[in-house]
């Protein structure tokens, strides 16, 4: 088999990626918690541990020939660099519009929205015809609204856990997010049997074929 290398998303997906690695043999064969590039039990694929919003560049680019990775990461990348074949049914959820509990929208300004999606809030808030104001932040989402930072924010929810700890109301649902599969559009030619066995195994464990 042809050398593949394929990039990981750090953090819950890697978590849940990792018994389906395990069911086709690409479990990992080194530390992941300290490395960044490990060997897996399959000695022609070694995998690459990076932060999920560096997958999709990653493999655009060829540093990987396949990637996992969030659909939200990828419509906020744009994502068409890429072939986007399976769709891995993991680390489902979805991604929201939220408010504070009883919060009535300001009169005086645009709506602001604190959000790590910029792009995906864009549209969405372009397509309803609303003028919006978008601050980008990196982590704690759900703290901008409770501050005055934001009056809406756009981010993942799963349980609804979160949100309700802090006091806040899911009030539009923007689209479902599940890991997908991508691949290099370059090494999908170079690379066929090699990724077509790979693919058909990431098939066969359970993931579903995109139209
Ligand atoms: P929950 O409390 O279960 O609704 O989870 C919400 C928190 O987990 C938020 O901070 C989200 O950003 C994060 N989260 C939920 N699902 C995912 C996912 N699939 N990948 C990454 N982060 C997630």
Do not use: W
Request: charged letters at 25%; hydrophobic letters at 45%.
């Amino acid at each position: 088999m042809t050398g593949l290398t394929l990039a990981l998303s750090k953090g819950r997906i890697l978590e849940e990626s990792l018994p389906l690695l395990e069911r086709i043999g690409l479990a990992p064969a080194g530390d992941i918690d300290r490395l960044l590039r490990v060997p897996s039990q399959n000695p022609d694929v070694s995998l690459l541990i990076i932060r999920p919003t560096d997958v999709p560049p990653y493999v655009e680019y060829g540093a990987a020939d396949i990637g996992i990775v969030g659909k939200d990461i990828l419509m906020e990348h744009g994502g068409t660099g890429l072939y986007e074949p399976l769709d891995i049914d993991i680390a489902k959820c979805r991604l929201s519009v939220a408010v504070v509990k009883g919060h009535t929208p300001p009169r005086n300004r645009r709506l602001r929205i604190a959000t790590k999606y910029p792009e995906i809030a864009r549209r969405h808030y372009a397509a309803k015809g609303q003028q919006v104001e978008i601050i980008k932040l990196y982590g704690s989402m759900e703290l901008a609204p409770l501050v005055g930072l934001a009056d809406q924010i756009v981010d993942l929810v799963a349980t609804g856990n979160t949100l309700r700890a802090n006091g806040l109301v899911e009030i539009e649902k923007i689209c479902d997010v599940s890991s997908r599969l991508v691949v290099n559009k370059a090494s999908m030619k170079m690379k066929h049997a090699a990724l077509r066995q790979l693919l058909d195994a990431f098939a066969s464990a359970g993931a579903t074929l995109n139209a």
